[in-house]
T-cell receptor, first 115, second 110 residues
């Protein structure tokens, strides 16, 4: 079974500052990793994903994440945030061997960008 | 055009009533999912549906829940007798290169 831990429930940051949202996972098998964003009263939108290959993954809206297998982490970063990045961010995993591709989500991190 | 649409956007029901939540995946994919998100909590997997059959379900998905693809395009989640704790946001998703999520249905059980 897989599990995901997002270490920070809330991250306040000033506009144009860098940000890192932390994600650690646990799994006995190899996994695919995802970051989703949820804006208020909206559904989930994929930011980026790691399936294989380069451990540094670039996504939409200037976000990137780095897969670290030894530390079982997949932290999300952005060098300069905007007010519009204020949202809930979810890290998720699925077992690469899974027949169904179900996603296991972390608790979420609320990114609050202040002017 | 959204990849996945869901209706209704908000459903209010009395405890013990049956509800049906609908999802239209639009494109022809075989894998579909239902997830739920209780207010302030994480998104939880409920069930996956492949080729018109349940392929996996979580312990949350008990006998009160059922899924169908009745007409080849709509994908429904039925809750037979709703409880207060069923109040949540319910998301439908379909599998493509990644999972595309619908905007969700907010279910409120009174």
């Amino acid at each position: 079974a897989q599990s995901v831990t997002q270490l920070d429930s809330q991250v306040p940051v000033f506009e144009e500052a860098p940000v890192e949202l932390r994600c650690n996972y646990s799994s006995s098998v190899s996994v695919y990793l995802f970051w989703y964003v949820q804006y208020p009263n909206q559904g989930l939108q994929l930011l980026l994903k790691y399936l294989s290959g380069s451990t540094l993954v670039k996504g939409i809206n200037g976000f990137e994440a780095e897969f670290n297998k030894s530390q079982t982490s997949f932290h999300l970063r952005k060098p300069s945030v905007h007010i519009s990045d204020t949202a809930e961010y979810f890290c998720a995993v699925s077992a690469s061997s899974s027949n169904t591709g179900k996603l296991i989500f972390g608790q979420g991190t609320t990114l609050q960008v202040k002017p | 055009e959204p990849e996945v649409t869901q209706t209704p956007s908000h459903q209010v029901t009395q405890m013990g009533q049956e509800v049906i939540l609908r999802c239209v995946p639009i494109s022809n994919h075989l894998y579909f999912y239902w997830y739920r998100q209780i207010l302030g909590q994480k998104v939880e997997f409920l069930v996956s549906f492949y080729n018109n059959e349940i392929s996996e379900k979580s312990e949350i998905f008990d006998d009160q829940f059922s899924v169908e693809r009745p007409d080849g395009s709509n994908f429904t989640l039925k809750i037979r007798s709703t409880k207060l704790e069923d109040s949540a946001m319910y998301f439908c998703a379909r599998q493509g290169d990644e999972q595309f999520f619908g905007p969700g249905t907010r279910l409120t059980v009174l």
